[in-house]
């Protein structure tokens, strides 16, 4: 299933990128507004929406919820959702070392032991 999301993801992402390559930006028509011979605003048309900015928009809401189901399925996967509760695991796993055998380990080395 997740294998299935993440090809649909990468081809959404591919198709994204593509799209908005292959569109014509707004401000290319700037020059055509100030006599080149085209009648449209200072910045295009800004009425209905073409075919590939309409398919460019379906493109980006597949790659919206594929990303938040990868995120879903990532956090179902590892068990645990919030990192500090992870951390907060991890530690209190870990041995608590206490102060007397850290003094136990000084006094053995013979640093204490030193005539003055």
């Known amino acids: 299933m997740e294998n299935l999301i993440t090809i649909i993801h990468v081809i959404a992402c591919l198709s994204m990128i593509g799209l908005i390559l292959i569109q014509h930006g707004k401000g290319a028509d700037m ?42 399925l990532a956090v179902q996967k590892t068990g645990s959702g919030i990192v500090v509760k992870a951390i907060e695991a991890s530690e209190a796993q870990k041995p608590v070392e206490t102060k007397s055998s850290e003094t136990e380990s000084k006094s053995s080395s013979g640093a204490q032991n030193i005539p003055k």
């Open 31 to 72: 020059g055509a507004a100030f006599g080149s011979g085209s009648s449209g605003s200072l910045f295009g048309v800004s009425g209905s929406s073409n075919f590939l900015s309409r398919t460019t928009a379906i493109f980006v809401l597949i790659f919206f919820l594929t990303s938040i189901s990868l995120a879903f």
